[in-house]
C-alpha cells in the first residue's frame, strides 16, 4: 500500500494525539476517583460532625437559659427555647438522611427518642416555675444527648480520618500511575519522534548531496530510497535526470574526436598539395636553367 509523506506526517500526529488523549484519560479518571471520595468525606461525614456541634450548641443554649430561669426564679424564654429547640430538631433530621457509618443510624434513632421526651418535658414546663427536681432531669437529659452526639461526632470524624488516609493511598496510586504511564508514553514519542525525524532528515540528505554532487558535474551520483512515497518517485526522476545528463556529456567527446581527426587528414592533404606545388615550381626552374645553358651554348 502506498502511503504520501502528507499521509504519513498525519497518521504521525494522529499517534500523539491518541498518546496525549490516553494520558488525559487515565488522569481524568483517578482524578474524577479522588475526587469523590474527597467529596464523600465533606458531604457525608463533615456535614454530620456539623449538624452534630450545632445540635450540641443548641442544647448548650437550652440548659442555659432553664438554669437561668430556675436561679432567677422567673419563667423559661419560650421564644428563645422555641427557636432552639426548631434548630436542634432540624439539624437532627437533616443528619437522619445523611447516615453512612455503620451503627450511625442507631446512634442517630437513640438521640431522636431522648430529644423528643427532653423537648416534650421542656414546652410543658414553659408556662409554670420550674423545680428543682425538673432542672435535674433537664439536665440529665441533655447530658445525655451531649454525650451521644459527642459519639457521633467522634465517629464521623474517625471516618474522616480512615477517608482521609484512603484518599492519601489512592492519590499516591494515581500518582505512580501517572508516572508510570507517562513515562511509558513519553518513551513512546519520544522514540516515535526520532525515527520520524530520521526518516525525513535521511533523505533530505541523501537528497540534498545527490543534488550538490549533479552541481558539481558528478552525473554518475545515484539515490536509492526504500520504500513506495514520493521519496521513490523522486529517486527514480533523479535517477533518470543523472543518465541522462551523463549520456549529454559524452557526446562533446566523440564530436571533438571526429573533428580533430578531420583537421589532421585536411593539415596532411594540405603539405601534399604543397610539395606538389614546390615539385612543380622546380621543374619549372630546370626547363628555364636547361634553356639559359642552351642559349650560351649557340652563341659560342
Same mark, same amino acid.
Given at each position: ?159 474522616? %480520618? !480512615?477517608?482521609?488516609? +484512603?484518599?492519601?493511598? /489512592?492519590?499516591?496510586?494515581? @500518582?505512580?500511575?501517572?508516572? $508510570? ?79 580533430? %581527426? !578531420?583537421?589532421?587528414? +585536411?593539415?596532411?592533404? /594540405?603539405?601534399?598539395?604543397? @610539395?606538389?606545388?614546390?615539385? $612543380? ?20
Amino acid at each position: 500500500m502506498k502511503l504520501s509523506i502528507r499521509t504519513k506526517f498525519g497518521l504521525g500526529m494522529i499517534f500523539i494525539f491518541l498518546i496525549i488523549v490516553v494520558l488525559i484519560g487515565f488522569s481524568g479518571f483517578y482524578l474524577n476517583k479522588l475526587s469523590n471520595k474527597t467529596s464523600a468525606i465533606l458531604k457525608e461525614n463533615y456535614l454530620s460532625v456539623v449538624y452534630a456541634r450545632e445540635m450540641t450548641d443548641g442544647l448548650s443554649k437550652i440548659n442555659q437559659e432553664v438554669t437561668s430561669a430556675f436561679l432567677e426564679k422567673r419563667k423559661f424564654d419560650k421564644l428563645l427555647l422555641s427557636q432552639e429547640l426548631e434548630q436542634v430538631n432540624r439539624s437532627l433530621q437533616i443528619e437522619k438522611n445523611n447516615l453512612t457509618e455503620s451503627g450511625e443510624d442507631k446512634l442517630v434513632g437513640n438521640i431522636e427518642s431522648v430529644f423528643v421526651a427532653y423537648r416534650d418535658s421542656i414546652m410543658k414546663s414553659v408556662n409554670s416555675a420550674s423545680t428543682a427536681e425538673q432542672i435535674n432531669y433537664f439536665q440529665k437529659k441533655q447530658g445525655i444527648l451531649t454525650a451521644q452526639l459527642l459519639l457521633l461526632s467522634q465517629m464521623n470524624g474517625k471516618a474522616i %480520618e !480512615t477517608k482521609t488516609d +484512603d484518599a492519601k493511598i /489512592s492519590s499516591k496510586n494515581a @500518582l505512580t500511575g501517572i508516572t $508510570i504511564l507517562g513515562s511509558f508514553c513519553f518513551l513512546i514519542a519520544l522514540s516515535f519522534i526520532y525515527s520520524f525525524a530520521s526518516y525525513f532528515n535521511e533523505r533530505f540528505s541523501q537528497l540534498y548531496n545527490g543534488i550538490k554532487e549533479i552541481v558539481a558535474s558528478n552525473y554518475g551520483q545515484r539515490l536509492y530510497f526504500d520504500g513506495v512515497d514520493e521519496f521513490s518517485d523522486i529517486s527514480v526522476l533523479f535517477n533518470k535526470m543523472a543518465e541522462k545528463l551523463n549520456g549529454e556529456r559524452t557526446r562533446p567527446d566523440e564530436l571533438t574526436l571526429d573533428f580533430s %581527426e !578531420t583537421t589532421e587528414k +585536411d593539415e596532411e592533404q /594540405s603539405n601534399i598539395e604543397e @610539395l606538389n606545388n614546390l615539385l $612543380i615550381r622546380i621543374k619549372n626552374i630546370e626547363k628555364q636553367a636547361e634553356e639559359i645553358i642552351s642559349k650560351v651554348e649557340s652563341k659560342n
